[in-house]
């Protein structure tokens, strides 16, 4: 009798995969014909069904499906015991079927996968029916093996330990017994027959010439047997397996063979070969590690068995799985692991079969959804290709009432309605009922209702699936654990092709803290991939994150974008280009605006000493407002600076464009005033600062002359003269030459002449500019003259905002240097006098004879501003108040805020302290309460407080030396505070304060310089320094309330109380100040503090 | 703009191999008479055989250059004119594979690149290996093109970070390894959207290197005569498409790079007529009124809410801001994507957008020199870029709960 044999298919169909490794990028999905949809309502799932549910499976982006056996069979094994390997068990459909779900599955670009089970068959296949019946020794016979005895093979175990008792059982038709690994009913072939192998390659290549993408080796572990082994991964096992795999390569590209090897990992490294056996296996033992590291809470479980993972071929993958269609196989677990396991996930033993537990991915994390994703995103960025269960992407529940492994396999949940909307069949009819318990049933849970839910469980897992697809890194990239202390926290980096992507999950249920040594990443920035959120950039620090209660992380790391990666870099990307000079729309509108908003004005403005928010990071400047001037060459702009943090804040920066040598001229002197090189059409220059161009300032002179005005694209911008104006031209030059003052300050300034000068206040704010306000009423409404008179203003208005300043004019005094220059020179001579002087009464008379006169002329001064300044008793903004006890509770509280505030900044920046400066610094900082004390005492004081308008940025640099006398500039308060602050009514006191802060300043600074030039000992210098403040202090005093003379304007008591409060807040304004704009200054104000406190 | 430009002098200079094969394909129906004055001319330069191939051209050799046809099957009349274009410029690519041809240079049947100073400039730099794509910079003045300025452009740029001014020009040049590329079979095509070629992006994916040409001309508008829905569905369409075929490679571009550019700068076309805004806005309205239907999944509602303020500002301060405009596209796309709506239904409720966004640049640009015109739309590419984690975010994550 001639053996059956295979008919060789006739055609060959191409598989869809193009790329060899297709595989190592794939997302497996298993699923069993018979679960998933019935098409034809014999209560039985069938290819038509599945065909129709493509649709689904290419939207939830899976891109291989593996399809469960759907061969004839007794079905005693659900498919596994096969009766006939060449065609489709009638209950899914015909062979046609099958072919049909094929190509609309290839169509999809999605491949298949189907079982090659090759150890054994079923007992009603044709050849173990011939086999049994065909004389001893017969090839036919031999297709399976057979024993007079059940002795041999003794060491071989049993797997399915719950059903079998042997691994032999008795035919009573061959009158022996025959080998079966698994079910009795499946007897095992018989691999040293050649005709087995020949049989089961003609079956591969039947499937393979249909067009079949990929074949699953079903326990190729058992194959073979010998005596005196396990029978388990014998070198001839690999010997068969290396024919099939070459005969697939022989005639078919891009197909994979996958393993399924229940084996440790390095039995299973066999199975890959040198890349020329199976291209993927299973990872068996990860499996039950991830979950028991879960419920341990610990990564250990996963980072062992990783570590016993051996490297496999470039060409070969792994195949990893949450759960699968058997149990959650407890084979490759110790003992005490496995007894673990039961405890921990199968607390009644019906859940348990064979080794392992019959679970659904869902049931076993107690529905918990944080834990499913936790699982989920491991599965997913292990290295491996991940295979989902059908049913685990939308959390189906199981039913461990019914038998074997069904459990697991029950009907594919699609709506709420009958049958899970899987079949229109009786329900009776179902080959499995569906599950119908309140929290797992098919109402509950179904992929209608998951759909139509943004923040289900599969829109979840699909977009899940379409992130891992868009980084080749996590199928085909190297793995690396990252240690760390806490072992709750499972780290690793997946790397591949200069792509690096770190990954964090927390096992435990609790917020868990961790640090990384990422420093090999220094400079590079980690961009959590989710939501392509930037985290701070790695340093050589340990980098510390926090997951929440199962939380998983995934960033990219990116290096930080340089200039390089959009062409900025260099000094050419700051150049401007336009097509004709003088065309500001060119400027300041596409390319070029965006140029100035982004790159140059951002550095510009930083390095001007007018900036005041040095301190903080300016993300950009964006020009609100802009007006041309000066016959086009300049324009007005007033810009926003946005900072990181903070409000923003408005500029005034008038442009200008030059070009040939007047650009080489400023190229050369005035470098600081460059914006950036432009271009025109015929010739290369500069924008810079308006104020180094002649002919600007004489535009902005002519605009207070003539009292004009010009229009801005969004506002007006007017000159206005004064009423002696015409008196300070007459004074000067009929055409005075501008050229920018030098000194540094705070505005820009320019000279006109030697009889005027103009100040632009650079920070705008739209109200009355209080330096313009002050002078003005003081030169046309007062007998105060110690001023430099008010000649005229620029105002700019934009839509129904209050005007604001943007310059004034003013006449120029003939001095001899400001007062605080004038005092250095004067304690320069001072303190060369001390150096020669050690007797404290010789140092008083000097410093009565050197410095008390001017002392004197500046308490009178003083004293004669503030009656001035408090005497527009009819004008509301001049006349003088006395502060309620709610105000002087205000006044304290803004104090102490500002105090507070300035202290913080102390604190956050003592690290950035120069040396000398650092122990001071600490000391300041530590005395919080009795400075904050020092400012609430004035809640106690008794005496009504009178409040005028004052100078409010009062100190030595502050006034001009003239002659025998001082003239009072620059009333626009302290810089840093805002317009309505400045403008605030206050206690002339401050202004008092801040005039003996500036003694004190002098003393210091004029001694650091003193030091520095002649390397004179510092502490006996100091005392002198003291002294100097001492006296000359106490002369300005004793002058000022003196001339004062008792007005009301002065308390009566508790003078000095509030003239400490008010030394200290000038001395922390001092400290901010300097913190922000002079840090090398900052030794000042702190030893001021410390000498105040003490 | 800034864009790096080769000297001059070093285009003359640099020997071509000898007897390299230059395939000339047209992607029109072509007289031999007209073609064959040009090629004598650049002939000796050029040193290298040179086959001419159109569609129904009677093959022949005259005077060294080789003329012959090249099956075009898929290409229909009924088609949009860029679609019978990319069947045609593969068919060529496909002969160019044929005839080992070391350049494949495709010209529009209008010939207009046919000449002399401009067609070394398309091949020289493939033969002596600088460039792998050479596309053409066209004249255009500041209201023409606005579908290729405002959408394809910049949005090829932000994904795939080369600075190119047509990524879908109607001729280029090519070598014989990006001919192959362009004719390689496209996995899982949607059947339903045109199979529109695009060369740059083939060639940033494949890491090839691009540059341009200035050319001192222009096909004139290829839209007209035909619907601007049907056109904005078609292009913006297959560049969705795209999008979505080479998600993860832009995925990880940052930035852009300019790209080399040779021939002597455009002079920028002036403008005859000005354009009537007001239909365009009326558009825009009537969309706003009809099409919430649509925009309301498709859009977030900061995107609505602007689009809503938009609608009720003054004809003369329509002003749709870059940032804006350049979420709508990517919110498109991504929607586009998840085939939450049907595809043609949604890019056809771009169209109106589309339109507020051209009225709102044109009135911008109505009083820029051109020069100024072309850093508006400079811009506006910067801004596609700077918004690209804006559609990565979305695209990685999509989810409705958002601003």
Same mark, same amino acid.
């Given at each position: 009798?001639?053996?059956?044999?295979?008919?060789?298919?006739?055609?060959?169909?191409?598989?869809?995969?193009?790329?060899?490794?297709?595989?190592?990028?794939?997302?497996?999905?298993?699923?069993?014909?018979?679960?998933?949809?019935?098409?034809?309502?014999?209560?039985?799932?069938?290819?038509?069904?599945?065909?129709?549910?493509?649709?689904?499976?290419?939207?939830?982006?899976?891109?291989?499906?593996?399809?469960?056996?759907?061969?004839?069979?007794?079905?005693?094994?659900?498919?596994?015991?096969?009766?006939? +390997?060449?065609?489709?068990?009638?209950?899914?459909?015909?062979?046609?079927?099958?072919?049909?779900?094929?190509?609309?599955?290839?169509?999809?670009?999605?491949?298949?996968?189907?079982?090659?089970?090759?150890?054994?068959?079923?007992?009603?296949? $044709? /050849?173990?029916?011939?086999?049994?019946?065909?004389?001893?020794?017969?090839?036919?016979?031999?297709?399976?093996?057979?024993?007079?005895?059940?002795?041999?093979?003794?060491?071989?175990? !049993? !797997?399915?330990?719950?059903?079998?008792?042997?691994?032999?059982?008795?035919?009573?038709?061959?009158?022996? +017994?025959?080998?079966?690994?698994?079910?009795?009913?499946?007897?095992?072939?018989?691999?040293?027959?050649?005709?087995?192998?020949?049989?089961?390659?003609?079956?591969?290549?039947? /499937?393979?010439?249909?067009?079949?993408?990929?074949?699953?080796?079903?326990?190729?572990?058992?194959?073979?047997?010998?005596?005196?082994?396990?029978?388990?991964?014998?070198?001839?096992?690999?010997?068969?397996?290396?024919?099939?795999?070459?005969?697939?390569?022989?005639?078919?590209?891009?197909?994979?063979?996958?393993?399924?090897?229940?084996? /440790?990992?390095?039995?299973?490294?066999?199975?890959?070969?040198?890349?020329?056996?199976?291209?993927?296996?299973?990872?068996? $033992?990860?499996?039950?590690?991830?979950?028991?590291?879960?419920?341990?809470?610990?990564?250990?479980?996963?980072?062992?068995?990783?570590?016993?993972?051996?490297?496999?071929?470039?060409?070969?993958?792994?195949?990893?799985?949450?759960?699968?269609?058997?149990?959650?196989?407890?084979?490759?677990?110790?003992?005490?692991?496995?007894?673990?396991?039961?405890?921990?996930?199968?607390?009644?033993?019906?859940?348990?079969?064979?080794?392992?537990?019959?679970?659904?991915?869902?049931?076993?994390?107690?529905?918990?959804?944080?834990?499913?994703?936790?699982?989920?995103?491991?599965?997913?960025?292990?290295?491996?290709?991940?295979?989902?269960?059908?049913?685990?992407?939308?959390?189906?529940?199981?039913?461990?009432?019914?038998?074997?492994?069904?459990?697991?396999?029950?009907?594919?949940?699609?709506?709420?309605?009958?049958?899970?909307?899987?079949?229109?069949?009786?329900?009776?009819?179902?080959?499995?009922?569906?599950?119908?318990?309140?929290?797992?049933?098919?109402?509950?849970?179904?992929?209608?209702?998951?759909?139509?839910?943004?923040?289900?469980?599969?829109?979840?897992?699909?977009?899940?699936?379409?992130?891992?697809?868009?980084?080749?890194?996590?199928?085909?990239?190297?793995?690396?654990?990252?240690?760390?202390?806490?072992?709750?926290?499972?780290?690793?980096?997946?790397?591949?092709?200069?792509?690096?992507?770190?990954?964090?999950?927390?096992?435990?249920?609790?917020?868990?803290?961790?640090?990384?040594?990422?420093?090999?990443?220094?400079?590079?920035?980690?961009?959590?991939?989710?939501?392509?959120?930037?985290?701070?950039?790695?340093?050589?620090?340990?980098?510390?994150?926090?997951?929440?209660?199962?939380?998983?992380?995934?960033?990219?790391?990116?290096?930080?974008?340089?200039?390089?990666?959009?062409?900025?870099?260099?000094?050419?990307?700051?150049? !401007?280009?336009?097509?004709?000079?003088?065309?500001?729309?060119?400027?300041?509108?596409?390319?070029?605006?965006?140029?100035?908003?982004?790159?140059?004005?951002?550095?510009?403005?930083?390095?001007?000493? /007018?900036?005041?928010?040095?301190?903080?990071?300016?993300?950009?400047?964006?020009?609100?407002?802009?007006?041309?001037?000066?016959?086009?060459?300049?324009?007005?702009?007033?810009?926003?600076?946005?900072?990181?943090?903070?409000?923003?804040?408005?500029?005034?920066?008038?442009?200008?464009?030059?070009?040939?040598?007047?650009?080489?001229?400023?190229?050369?002197?005035?470098?600081?005033?460059?914006?950036?090189?432009?271009?025109?059409?015929?010739?290369?220059?500069?924008?810079?600062?308006?104020?180094?161009?002649?002919?600007?300032?004489?535009?902005?002179?002519?605009?207070?002359?003539?009292?004009?005005?010009?229009?801005?694209?969004?506002?007006?911008?007017?000159?206005?003269?004064?009423?002696?104006?015409?008196?300070?031209?007459?004074?000067?030059?009929?055409?005075?030459?501008?050229?920018?003052?030098?000194?540094?300050?705070?505005?820009?300034?320019?000279?006109?002449?030697?009889?005027?000068?103009?100040?632009?206040?650079?920070?705008?704010?739209?109200?009355?500019? $209080?330096?313009?306000?002050?002078?003005?009423?003081?030169?046309?409404?007062?007998?105060?003259?110690?001023?430099?008179?008010?000649?005229?203003?620029?105002?700019?208005?934009?839509?129904?905002?209050?005007?604001?300043?943007?310059?004034?004019?003013?006449?120029?005094?003939?001095?001899?240097?400001?007062?605080?220059?004038?005092?250095?020179?004067?304690?320069?001579?001072?303190?060369?006098?001390?150096?020669?002087?050690?007797?404290?009464?010789?140092?008083?008379?000097?410093?009565?004879?050197?410095?008390?006169?001017?002392?004197?002329?500046?308490?009178?001064?003083?004293?004669?501003?503030?009656?001035?300044?408090?005497?527009?008793?009819?004008?509301?903004?001049?006349?003088?108040?006395?502060?309620?006890?709610?105000?002087?509770?205000?006044?304290?509280?803004?104090?102490?805020?500002?105090?507070?505030?300035?202290?913080?900044?102390?604190?956050?920046?003592?690290?950035?302290? $120069?040396?000398?400066?650092?122990?001071?610094?600490?000391?300041?900082?530590?005395?919080?309460?009795?400075?904050?004390?020092?400012?609430?005492?004035?809640?106690?004081?008794?005496?009504?407080?009178?409040?005028?308008?004052?100078?409010?940025?009062?100190?030595?640099?502050?006034?001009?030396?003239?002659?025998?006398?001082?003239?009072?500039?620059?009333?626009?308060?302290?810089?840093?505070?805002?317009?309505?602050?400045?403008?605030?009514?206050?206690?002339?006191?401050?202004?008092?304060?801040?005039?003996?802060?500036?003694?004190?300043?002098?003393?210091?600074?004029?001694?650091?310089?003193?030091?520095?030039?002649?390397?004179?000992?510092?502490?006996?210098?100091?005392?002198?320094?003291?002294?100097?403040?001492?006296?000359?202090?106490?002369?300005?005093?004793?002058?000022?309330?003196?001339?004062?003379?008792?007005?009301?304007?002065?308390?009566?008591?508790?003078?000095?109380?509030?003239?400490?409060?008010?030394?200290?807040?000038?001395?922390?304004?001092?400290?901010?100040?300097?913190?922000?704009?002079?840090?090398?200054?900052?030794?000042?104000?702190?030893?001021?503090?410390?000498?105040?406190?003490? | 703009?800034?864009?790096?430009?080769?000297?001059?002098?070093?285009?003359?200079?640099?020997?071509?191999?000898?007897?390299?094969?230059?395939?000339?394909?047209?992607?029109?129906?072509?007289?031999?008479?007209?073609?064959?004055?040009?090629?004598? &001319?650049?002939?000796?330069?050029?040193?290298?055989?040179?086959?001419?191939?159109?569609?129904?051209?009677?093959?022949?050799?005259?005077?060294?250059?080789?003329?012959?046809?090249?099956?075009?099957?898929?290409?229909?009349?009924?088609?949009?004119?860029?679609?019978?274009?990319?069947?045609?410029?593969?068919?060529?690519?496909?002969?160019?594979?044929?005839?080992?041809?070391?350049?494949?240079?495709?010209?529009?049947?209008?010939?207009?690149?046919?000449?002399?100073?401009?067609?070394? *400039?398309?091949?020289?730099?493939?033969?002596?290996?600088?460039?792998?794509?050479?596309?053409?910079?066209?004249?255009?003045?500041?209201?023409?093109?606005?579908?290729?300025? #405002?959408?394809?452009?910049?949005?090829?740029?932000?994904?795939?970070?080369?600075?190119?001014?047509?990524?879908?020009?109607?001729?280029?040049?090519?070598?014989?390894?990006?001919?192959?590329?362009?004719?390689?079979?496209?996995?899982?095509?949607?059947?339903?959207?045109?199979? @529109?070629?695009?060369?740059?992006?083939?060639?940033?994916?494949? #890491?090839?290197?691009?540059?341009?040409?200035?050319?001192?001309?222009?096909?004139?508008?290829?839209?007209?005569? @035909?619907?601007?829905?049907?056109? *904005?569905?078609?292009?913006?369409?297959?560049?969705?498409?795209?999008?979505?075929?080479?998600?993860?490679?832009?995925?990880?571009?940052?930035?852009?790079?300019?790209?080399?550019?040779?021939?002597?700068?455009?002079?920028?076309?002036?403008?005859?007529?000005?354009?009537?805004?007001?239909?365009?806005?009326?558009?825009?309205? *009537? #969309?706003?009124?009809?099409?919430?239907?649509?925009?309301?999944?498709?859009?977030?509602?900061?995107?609505?809410?602007?689009?809503?303020?938009?609608?009720?500002?003054?004809?003369?301060?329509?002003?749709?801001?870059? &940032?804006?405009?350049?979420? @709508?596209?990517?919110?498109?796309?991504?929607?586009?994507? *998840?085939?939450?709506?049907?595809?043609?239904?949604?890019? #056809?409720?771009?169209?109106?957008?589309?339109?507020?966004?051209?009225?709102?640049?044109?009135?911008?640009?109505?009083?820029?020199?051109?020069?100024?015109?072309?850093?508006?739309?400079?811009?506006?590419?910067?801004?596609?870029?700077?918004?690209?984690?804006?559609?990565?975010?979305?695209?990685?994550?999509?989810?409705?709960?958002?601003?």
């Amino acid at each position: 009798m001639s053996t059956p044999t295979v008919q060789q298919a006739r055609t060959k169909r191409l598989g869809s995969a193009t790329d060899p490794l297709w595989y190592k990028d794939a997302i497996i999905y298993e699923l069993h014909v018979r679960a998933f949809q019935d098409s034809n309502n014999d209560g039985i799932g069938d290819f038509p069904g599945l065909i129709e549910k493509l649709d689904y499976l290419q939207d939830l982006g899976v891109t291989c499906l593996w399809l469960l056996p759907f061969f004839p069979s007794p079905l005693r094994d659900d498919g596994y015991d096969i009766s006939d +390997y060449l065609t489709v068990h009638p209950n899914y459909g015909t062979l046609d079927d099958f072919k049909r779900f094929l190509q609309e599955t290839h169509d999809r670009g999605m491949q298949v996968m189907i079982e090659l089970v090759i150890n054994h068959t079923s007992d009603q296949h $044709p /050849w173990f029916q011939r086999a049994r019946r065909a004389p001893a020794g017969s090839p036919e016979r031999d297709f399976y093996v057979w024993s007079d005895t059940d002795q041999k093979y003794k060491e071989a175990r !049993i !797997i399915f330990t719950d059903t079998e008792k042997s691994n032999w059982t008795w035919d009573p038709v061959a009158q022996a +017994y025959y080998w079966h690994r698994f079910f009795s009913h499946q007897p095992d072939l018989n691999y040293d027959n050649p005709l087995v192998m020949e049989e089961v390659l003609k079956i591969l290549r039947y /499937w393979l010439d249909m067009g079949v993408d990929a074949l699953r080796l079903d326990a190729i572990p058992y194959i073979v047997e010998r005596e005196g082994t396990n029978c388990e991964n014998l070198p001839e096992t690999h010997a068969a397996i290396k024919k099939i795999r070459a005969a697939m390569d022989e005639g078919y590209a891009n197909r994979m063979i996958l393993a399924e090897a229940n084996q /440790w990992p390095t039995d299973v490294r066999p199975y890959f070969g040198d890349g020329d056996e199976c291209h993927m296996a299973f990872h068996f $033992p990860l499996m039950p590690r991830i979950y028991m590291a879960l419920r341990q809470e610990d990564r250990l479980p996963i980072t062992e068995i990783m570590a016993q993972t051996p490297e496999i071929p470039e060409n070969c993958q792994w195949g990893l799985f949450l759960r699968n269609h058997d149990e959650l196989t407890l084979e490759m677990v110790t003992d005490d692991e496995r007894d673990y396991m039961y405890l921990a996930y199968s607390a009644d033993p019906r859940m348990r079969i064979n080794i392992g537990i019959r679970r659904r991915l869902a049931p076993l994390v107690d529905n918990n959804r944080r834990r499913i994703e936790l699982l989920n995103s491991i599965l997913f960025s292990f290295p491996g290709t991940p295979i989902i269960y059908y049913g685990d992407e939308i959390g189906m529940g199981d039913n461990i009432y019914l038998g074997d492994r069904n459990g697991v396999r029950t009907p594919m949940q699609w709506t709420a309605d009958r049958n899970a909307g899987f079949s229109r069949a009786n329900p009776a009819q179902l080959y499995s009922p569906v599950i119908m318990d309140p929290v797992w049933g098919y109402q509950a849970i179904n992929v209608e209702a998951q759909r139509s839910d943004a923040s289900s469980l599969l829109n979840w897992m699909r977009n899940m699936i379409a992130l891992r697809k868009l980084f080749p890194v996590f199928g085909r990239g190297t793995l690396k654990f990252l240690p760390s202390a806490n072992r709750k926290v499972l780290s690793y980096l997946r790397q591949s092709d200069g792509q690096s992507v770190l990954c964090l999950a927390n096992l435990s249920r609790f917020p868990q803290p961790v640090l990384l040594d990422l420093s090999e990443f220094e400079g590079m920035v980690p961009v959590e991939m989710l939501g392509y959120v930037e985290f701070p950039p790695i340093t050589k620090a340990p980098y510390s994150l926090t997951l929440g209660a199962y939380e998983f992380l995934w960033f990219e790391l990116q290096s930080a974008l340089t200039s390089q990666d959009s062409d900025e870099s260099g000094p050419e990307n700051a150049l !401007i280009e336009i097509g004709n000079e003088n065309d500001w729309h060119a400027i300041l509108t596409g390319m070029n605006l965006e140029k100035l908003r982004s790159l140059v004005f951002p550095e510009f403005i930083a390095r001007q000493r /007018w900036f005041g928010g040095k301190a903080k990071q300016i993300r950009s400047v964006t020009v609100t407002d802009w007006a041309i001037f000066d016959e086009g060459r300049s324009a007005y702009l007033v810009t926003a600076v946005k900072y990181d943090s903070g409000e923003e804040e408005s500029y005034f920066v008038p442009l200008t464009m030059v070009f040939g040598e007047v650009a080489e001229a400023v190229r050369t002197t005035r470098e600081m005033a460059i914006v950036a090189p432009i271009r025109s059409a015929s010739r290369e220059g500069l924008l810079c600062d308006a104020f180094v161009s002649e002919s600007a300032s004489q535009a902005l002179l002519d605009l207070i002359r003539t009292g004009g005005s010009v229009q801005s694209v969004s506002g007006t911008i007017r000159g206005i003269a004064s009423s002696i104006l015409p008196t300070i031209l007459a004074a000067g030059e009929a055409t005075p030459a501008a050229h920018p003052s030098l000194a540094e300050q705070s505005n820009s300034s320019i000279i006109f002449g030697g009889s005027m000068i103009m100040k632009c206040f650079r920070r705008h704010e739209p109200g009355p500019n $209080p330096d313009t306000e002050i002078s003005r009423f003081l030169t046309e409404r007062t007998g105060f003259r110690s001023i430099a008179p008010f000649g005229g203003a620029i105002e700019y208005a934009r839509n129904d905002e209050a005007p604001s300043t943007l310059a004034m004019l003013q006449g120029f005094v003939m001095n001899d240097g400001d007062g605080w220059k004038w005092t250095l020179e004067k304690l320069d001579g001072y303190y060369k006098f001390c150096a020669n002087e050690s007797n404290e009464s010789e140092i008083s008379r000097f410093i009565r004879d050197d410095y008390f006169p001017a002392s004197a002329e500046l308490g009178r001064v003083t004293a004669e501003m503030h009656r001035a300044l408090a005497s527009g008793k009819d004008n509301p903004d001049f006349a003088p108040e006395t502060m309620q006890t709610q105000e002087v509770e205000e006044l304290c509280k803004g104090l102490a805020e500002h105090a507070a505030h300035t202290l913080e900044m102390l604190k956050a920046n003592l690290g950035l302290l $120069p040396e000398d400066a650092l122990e001071l610094g600490g000391v300041v900082a530590g005395r919080r309460r009795r400075i904050l004390g020092r400012l609430h005492s004035l809640m106690s004081i008794q005496s009504p407080i009178t409040r005028t308008r004052i100078h409010g940025d009062y100190h030595l640099g502050q006034v001009l030396r003239i002659q025998a006398g001082f003239v009072v500039l620059d009333f626009e308060g302290e810089p840093a505070r805002s317009l309505a602050e400045r403008r605030k009514k206050q206690p002339p006191l401050k202004d008092v304060a801040g005039m003996l802060r500036s003694f004190s300043y002098a003393a210091w600074s004029a001694l650091s310089r003193y030091v520095l030039q002649t390397h004179a000992e510092n502490q006996q210098m100091e005392q002198w320094a003291k002294l100097w403040i001492r006296l000359v202090s106490d002369e300005f005093l004793k002058t000022y309330l003196a001339e004062m003379n008792c007005d009301s304007l002065l308390p009566k008591k508790d003078l000095n109380l509030v003239l400490d409060a008010y030394l200290l807040d000038k001395a922390l304004y001092e400290l901010g100040y300097e913190l922000n704009n002079r840090p090398d200054w900052v030794r000042i104000p702190l030893m001021g503090i410390v000498s105040l406190l003490s | 703009m800034k864009e790096e430009q080769i000297h001059e002098n070093e285009q003359a200079a640099a020997p071509v191999t000898s007897r390299a094969t230059v395939l000339l394909g047209v992607t029109g129906t072509v007289d031999s008479a007209i073609v064959q004055p040009c090629l004598q &001319e650049i002939g000796p330069v050029l040193n290298a055989r040179v086959i001419v191939a159109a569609p129904n051209l009677a093959e022949a050799t005259e005077n060294d250059v080789h003329f012959r046809s090249y099956p075009l099957t898929a290409g229909r009349p009924e088609n949009l004119p860029w679609v019978n274009a990319s069947f045609a410029q593969r068919a060529i690519c496909s002969l160019a594979a044929e005839v080992q041809a070391d350049v494949c240079v495709l010209l529009h049947g209008d010939l207009i690149l046919l000449n002399a100073d401009v067609l070394p *400039l398309f091949i020289q730099p493939v033969l002596e290996k600088r460039c792998d794509v050479v596309l053409p910079v066209y004249a255009a003045g500041k209201f023409d093109g606005l579908l290729n300025h #405002g959408i394809l452009a910049p949005l090829a740029r932000a994904l795939f970070g080369q600075r190119v001014r047509y990524p879908l020009p109607l001729d280029f040049s090519c070598s014989a390894e990006m001919c192959a590329k362009f004719t390689a079979p496209h996995p899982a095509h949607d059947p339903n959207a045109d199979e @529109i070629l695009w060369p740059a992006t083939i060639a940033a994916v494949a #890491g090839k290197q691009v540059c341009q040409v200035n050319v001192d001309a222009s096909h004139g508008r290829q839209t007209d005569g @035909i619907e601007l829905r049907t056109a *904005l569905a078609s292009l913006v369409g297959s560049a969705f498409i795209e999008m979505e075929k080479y998600a993860s490679f832009w995925q990880r571009i940052r930035g852009s790079r300019a790209t080399p550019v040779t021939g002597h700068a455009v002079k920028q076309a002036s403008e005859s007529d000005g354009i009537d805004v007001k239909p365009l806005i009326d558009s825009f309205l *009537l #969309g706003a009124r009809n099409l919430q239907e649509i925009w309301g999944p498709v859009l977030p509602p900061v995107t609505l809410f602007e689009l809503k303020r938009l609608s009720r500002a003054p004809l003369e301060e329509f002003r749709m801001p870059d &940032e804006l405009w350049v979420r @709508i596209l990517y919110d498109f796309a991504l929607a586009h994507r *998840l085939r939450s709506i049907s595809r043609s239904h949604l890019l #056809g409720a771009l169209t109106p957008l589309y339109l507020g966004w051209v009225a709102s640049y044109v009135q911008e640009a109505a009083n820029l020199s051109p020069f100024a015109a072309e850093q508006r739309l400079e811009q506006l590419a910067r801004a596609y870029e700077e918004n690209k984690p804006y559609l990565l975010r979305r695209w990685r994550w999509p989810d409705r709960f958002n601003p």
